[in-house]
Antibody
Framework: QVQLQESGPGLVKPSETLSLTCSVSGGSIINYYWSWIRQSPEKGLEWIGHTHYTGITNYNPSLKSRVAISVDRSRNQFSLKLSSVTAADTAVYYC??????????????WGQGTLVTVSS | DIQMTQSSSTLSASVGDRVTISCRASQSISNWLAWYQQKPGRAPKLLIYKVSTLHSGVPSRFSGSGSGTEFTLTITNLQPDDFATYYCQHFYSHPLSFGGGTRVEIK
């Protein structure tokens, strides 16, 4: 059974960089696309972007200038960096796997989510 | 970017009811539409993709229909475990986006 687990600081100061890691267990990171999605009361569910194990990435244009998603095949992990954060970036952040190796950009496995608060 | 709209934010229903949840896309997305169920404090769970394909392990009382811009999730014989919030998501193009959600509550 594939499991995903987010890790990283729960509190980030304004203007700093939010960094999260998603550890994948029970399956390989190879041959799939891996996404970051966030959820807040204000914006609902928002797709941030995804990465393929080959390093291919796609980002939501609304965040593209501040986002970087990378993959570490050796550790079976992928990571999110979001720079210059503001209070509007406060949300529950989820990592997720895309179904069917990326042929369908829908999410069949999700992490439990981690709340990140942006505050001084 | 494609906007997804769920017209009802809340639906009240009873166990055994048939419930329909609507979702509209701001432009045609063909059949590139998925539905998720989310319970408080939990991650969303994939129910249906490509409008009507039931994801593995999802009960057959869930079904989906529609095409183009108008889509429907139907739950027949509503069960206690089905009281939750439901989201649609398009995957026609990037950026992917979700509807605002419809909460199914106990009448």
């Amino acid at each position: 059974q594939v499991q995903l687990q987010e890790s990283g600081p729960g509190l980030v100061k304004p203007s700093e960089t939010l960094s999260l890691t998603c550890s994948v267990s029970g399956g390989s990171i190879i041959n799939y696309y891996w996404s970051w999605i966030r959820q807040s009361p204000e914006k609902g569910l928002e797709w941030i972007g995804h990465t393929h194990y080959t390093g291919i990435t796609n980002y939501n244009p609304s965040l593209k200038s501040r986002v970087a998603i990378s993959v570490d095949r050796s550790r079976n992990q992928f990571s999110l960096k979001l720079s210059s954060v503001t209070a509007a970036d406060t949300a529950v952040y989820y990592c997720a796997r895309e179904l069917n190796g990326g042929y369908d950009d829908v999410f069949d496995y999700w992490g439990q989510g981690t709340l990140v608060t942006v505050s001084s | 970017d494609i906007q997804m709209t769920q017209s009802s934010s809340t639906l009240s229903a009873s166990v055994g009811d048939r419930v329909t949840i609507s979702c509209r896309a701001s432009q045609s997305i063909s059949n590139w539409l998925a539905w998720y169920q989310q319970k408080p404090g939990r991650a969303p769970k994939l129910l249906i993709y490509k409008v009507s394909t039931l994801h593995s392990g999802v009960p057959s009382r869930f079904s989906g229909s529609g095409s183009g811009t108008e889509f429907t999730l139907t739950i027949t014989n509503l069960q206690p475990d089905d009281f939750a919030t439901y989201y649609c998501q398009h995957f026609y193009s990037h950026p992917l986006s979700f509807g605002g959600g419809t909460r199914v509550e106990i009448k």
